[in-house]
């Protein structure tokens, strides 16, 4: 009975893809991903602001720059390992967003 129930909510997560586009897919996706990668960057920069820089190459606008950058390539690395699963969350609330919208066009006799 057990994996008859999950058969079947399998089933339904399948059917909930193949309704979106492949394009819809690798857009959400990639929103889901760049959305927590952007977040976990902004959790980060409190964690770099107290650290001092050293001379005679630290300090100045060039640094401030570069450190920008580099908390983002930070924040990227760790959306790209998928431990985090801010994105995984994101995206299935996408998906579920897009199947609703998609629901109510069809309802209302509009097209997609």
Do not use: C
Request: proline residues 2%; negative net charge; hydrophobic residues 45%.
């Amino acid at each position: 009975m057990m994996q008859a129930a999950q058969a079947g909510a399998a089933s339904a997560a399948n059917n909930a893809k193949n309704a979106l586009s492949a394009r819809d897919m690798a857009r959400i996706d990639g929103a889901a991903n760049e959305f927590e990668a952007m977040f976990l960057s902004e959790m980060m920069k409190p964690m770099f602001e107290g650290l001092s820089t050293e001379a005679p190459f630290g300090g100045g606008k060039g640094e401030e720059i570069f450190r920008g950058m580099m908390i983002q390539e930070y924040g990227k690395m760790l959306s790209g390992t998928g431990r985090i699963g801010i994105a995984d969350a994101v995206r299935a609330e996408m998906i579920r967003m897009q199947e609703q919208a998609n629901g109510q066009t069809k309802e209302k006799g509009g097209i997609n």
